[in-house]
């Protein structure tokens, strides 16, 4: 057996196969006592840790992994990497073991399901019943998606498993993706012309450098009368300091978005009770999160023993 691995993640004791692999391979396994106390936890275990399994929530940085200078191998249950220090991982020859593609149908579901609360006016409907006023309550009425446009910013897995969802319900998809010419089987379009069309947007784009703040006044202000917006991405691809005047100018756009923070960061604030909200849930449903769990587990034993060669994750387009 091999050293400590640190898991930050106490619901991963709850899946037996990928603990038991974990116990089989380290002399020592420890858990954290506390998601928020999880980082500071890992750094006091100074040279004994060889791995970590952590989440999106763990911060990976250069000043973390001073502390841990033995680490070998971190495992992220997740797909998006911007919570890692990947450059600093590389220099210090971590193996970076992410889980792309795995809970794409579980993302995919849960933007079609916001989708549709959003066009059938689920929220408001809901609220129109409970104070008595029935249909008199609902200030605007539902709408068919058959027939309406949408555009998918992105091209990753879990774009790719909407589009077939889409396509069912008798909508016509695009496609943006940062890299059309890796894409030459989807619809593809220009960024602008594609908002210029879409009845609903879907975002399924990893936050870099080049999409931090992407979706601010400009280009939500070309979006159709009445357009859906649905963020089931990091909400940083939004200007977040804009919502409130993008709502302002556009007071008939409708948002949904799946996040951490949104009240904190002032998301709820800005797009108001119109706005649907879900706690970064669309991934983690009960099959994708344990299958997320068995991969990034397989991968750190792999990392460590030397029986495989698991990758770093790179953002999807």
Request: aromatic fraction near 4%; charged fraction near 20%; avoid cysteine.
């Amino acid at each position: 057996m091999t050293g400590t691995v640190f898991v930050a993640l106490a619901d991963l004791t709850h899946n037996r196969q990928a603990f038991d692999d974990l116990q089989r391979t380290f002399s020592t396994v420890r858990v954290a006592t506390a998601r928020d106390r999880a980082v500071a936890e890992l750094k006091a275990l100074g040279s004994d840790v060889t791995a970590a399994v952590i989440g999106i929530k763990e911060r990976i940085d250069a000043s973390v992994l001073d502390a841990v200078p033995e680490l070998r191998a971190i495992g992220s249950v997740g797909v998006g990497t911007d919570h890692l220090d990947l450059a600093a991982l590389r220099d210090r020859g971590v193996r970076v073991v992410t889980t792309p593609g795995v809970n794409s149908v579980s993302v995919a579901e849960h933007a079609l399901m916001m989708i549709l609360a959003l066009a059938k006016r689920t929220l408001p409907g809901h609220a129109a019943v409970l104070s008595g006023e029935d249909r008199a309550g609902l200030t605007e009425s539902p709408f068919e998606l058959r027939g309406r446009r949408v555009g998918v910013l992105g091209a990753g897995a879990t774009a790719r498993a909407l589009l077939p969802m889409l396509y069912a319900l008798g909508t016509e998809p695009a496609v943006w993706t940062r890299r059309p010419e890796r894409h030459a089987d989807l619809p593809v379009m220009d960024l602008e012309e594609l908002l210029r069309r879409s009845d609903i947007l879907s975002v399924h784009l990893p936050l870099s450098d080049e999409t931090r703040g992407l979706l601010g006044p400009k280009l939500l202000g070309l979006l159709p009368q009445g357009a859906l917006v649905v963020n089931t991405a990091r909400k940083d691809i939004f200007d977040l300091p804009a919502l409130a005047a993008v709502v302002a100018e556009r007071p008939d756009l409708r948002f949904a978005m799946d996040g951490f923070g949104l009240a904190a960061d002032g998301v709820t604030a800005s797009l108001g009770a119109t706005a649907l909200f879900s706690p970064h849930v669309a991934g983690v449903t009960v099959e994708a999160l344990r299958a997320m769990q068995d991969r990034a587990v397989r991968g750190v034993v792999e990392a460590v023993t030397g029986s495989g060669t698991p990758g770093s994750q790179e953002p999807a387009s």
